[in-house]
């Protein structure tokens, strides 16, 4: 009865090579979100859907498309992945007022 | 839009010693503030948030953090911090209308010493 919940959990694969990412909650949430944290830590917002609507799509490079079939579920494709997108990818989703409730992450290596 | 600031990249302290997490938010409207707590290899869980009502708010496992909103700050305490308290601490600010989008800061590294 995960709340969030992000498959795989690690993600090792090779440059120019495409990938998915699955997040599904079961809070009832109407907002979900993907999340970049890289090395440092640094956690940056990638993209929002509401009730299975971009709301947000912050400078992210087109490789990188979400996809949201329905309200519980945020999918994230890359495609060519580049060395550079080796980095840990959080699903969130968030009740009214904006608490956020994380996934446990993807760690995902490129190589 | 909002700004956070986490005025200290990493903190270390010895067990049962009192901790501060500094954080401080910029912002033209009123806001909602949140610290979460990040454990090694976790995703991000909530300690506390501030919404409205009394500026002193208190959270899971013993952590507690004060809106002050002349200095647009909110510090999070802890009296005697514990070696599983080890984590990274993250600070985030949302406006309280609108669409909620959270701005977080870059953490804080809380390094509890024996």
């Known amino acids: 009865d995960t709340a969030v919940s992000q498959t795989p959990k690690y993600l090792v694969t090779q440059m120019g090579n495409d990938k998915s990412i699955k997040c599904e909650q079961n809070?009832?949430?109407?907002?979900m979100y993907w999340y970049k944290q890289d090395s440092k830590k640094f956690l940056k917002i990638m993209f929002s859907y509401n009730n299975k609507e971009l709301i947000i799509n912050e400078t992210v490079p087109n490789r990188f498309s979400p996809k949201s079939p329905d309200k519980a579920h945020l999918n994230l494709h890359i495609n060519s992945l580049e060395l550079g997108d080796s980095a840990v990818y959080f699903c969130?989703?968030?009740?009214?007022?904006?608490?956020?409730?994380f996934g446990p992450g993807t760690r995902l290596l490129v190589l | 839009a909002q700004s956070v600031t986490q005025l200290d990249s990493q903190v270390p302290v010895f067990e049962e010693a009192p901790v501060e997490l500094r954080c401080n938010y910029s912002s033209s409207v009123s806001v909602y503030l949140f610290w979460y707590v990040q454990y090694p290899n976790q995703g991000l869980q909530l300690l506390l948030k501030y919404l409205s009502g009394s500026t002193l708010v208190k959270g899971i496992n013993g952590f507690e953090a004060e809106f002050n909103k002349s200095q647009t700050s909110f510090h999070l305490r802890k009296p005697s911090v514990h070696i599983s308290d080890t984590a990274e601490y993250f600070c985030?600010?949302?406006?309280?209308?609108?669409?909620?989008?959270?701005?977080f800061g870059r953490g804080t590294s809380l390094i509890v010493h024996p």
């Open positions: 985030a600010v949302s406006a309280s209308g609108g669409s909620y989008i959270p701005t």
């Open positions: 969130a989703s968030s009740s009214s007022r904006g608490t956020q409730y």
């Open positions: 809070l009832g949430h109407d907002t």
